[in-house]
């Protein structure tokens, strides 16, 4: 019993099959038996009104044979004759008209019905088992262990881009042991200096081992790094609120900087 009720296509169909379908052309579409049943009606009307509509036409037609001739005809007479035409014509035409309307109605509504019957009979001939439903969840979110692996991939990734953007830094923060924070300032790209690496444990240990490496300044401060590393993401410019800190350490670096290029000077 319980194989049977798992294997029960009780599920609508997901929109992943859904798109599938429709680029097989399997969707729900009316077919052509309200058409024939519409024109059918149109014809028993005809059929029904026809010898209505007849019989004003000949009266119509016999009118027009017992006219006098143009040199006879008055005025009077001829507008007596004008008068009959258009009050046959009308009678003629109105049951031709009402068999077009009430076939359109007819037509629109026999549409919607079996527009309406072709989904409901479609949904159902598409329903899933709840186990296809998971498969394909598993197929289009992909499997949690290998989206975890996925993850740590892109993270690994990113990791390494960051720390290959360290030796562009101007200055490292830290506070010093837990947090390092790397800022680079451009006056002519920039508003803001723009944290290009932060991390914390041994990523901070990395962030300060490339920086020495490429005399980057390393300067401690233990509450703008904590800041930093919590408050602003890598690429981000600072927010104002740490402007003022970071103002001051980058002047004193340009200062220590201008000082060392005089002396060489």
Known sequence: MAEESSGEKTEKPTPKKRQ???EKGEVAKSRELPSVAVLMSALIALSLFGSFTYSHIQLI?????????????????????AQQVTVHFILALCPLLAAIFITAILSNIMQIIDYAFQKWEFENRNKMTKQEVK???????????????????QMEMARKRMMQAVPEADVVITNPTHFAAALKYDSSTMNAPKLIAKGAGKIAEKIKKLAEEHDIPIV?????????NSLVEIGQEIPQVLFQAVAEILAYIYKIRSNYLHGLA
Do not use: C, H, Q
């Not at 016999?62 to 006219?67: D, E, N, P, Q, T």
């Not at 598993?138 to 740590?152: F, H, M, Q, V, W």
């Not at 401690?220 to 930093?228: C, G, I, T, V, W």
């Open 20 to 22: 599938e379908l429709r």
């Open 61 to 81: 037609m016999k009118g027009s044979f017992s006219l006098p001739t143009m040199n006879d005809l008055n005025i009077s007479e001829f507008l007596v004759f």
């Open 135 to 153: 498969d394909e969840f598993k197929r289009t979110e992909g499997d949690p262990l290998i989206k975890s692996r996925i993850k740590s991939i």
């Open 220 to 228: 401690e401060n233990r509450e703008l790094a904590r800041n930093l």
